[in-house]
């Protein structure tokens, strides 16, 4: 049997702006937004393909209170490239906030990004 993570929930404040986030500024493609009545199916890729990523509009108090902070201020999202610098610029000329400058360590090149709501994402590529 061979298993593999497809989807990672990101819970968000707002389906489209979400979207207009991910698309057109981190560079993502949207891949469904499907009407399920009281809520929507929404997904995004990279375009190097991998899990999906779930835009699920919080709901409640106590997932409105998550959104931006999922990971409790750490790094929980892992942006994989090969063209690091290319990608780096790209995403700062669309107005992504980065946290540093760009650090090559052992493992590769990283910088430390936010996405529109404050939570926080590696740009990496690994040697």
Known sequence: MTARIGALTLVVRDYDEAIAWYTGV???TLVED????SKRWVTVAPSGGGPLLLLAK???EAQAARVGDQTGG???F??????????????KA???TFLEEPRREPYGSVAVFVDLYGNRWDLLEQR
């Open 74 to 76: 750490r790094v929980g």
């Open 34 to 37: 499907t009407d399920q009545g």
């Open 78 to 91: 892992f942006l994989h490239t090969d063209a690091f610098d290319a990608d780096h610029a790209r995403m």
């Open 26 to 28: 981190a560079g993502f």
């Open 94 to 96: 669309a107005g992504v």
């Open 58 to 60: 919080a709901s409640g």
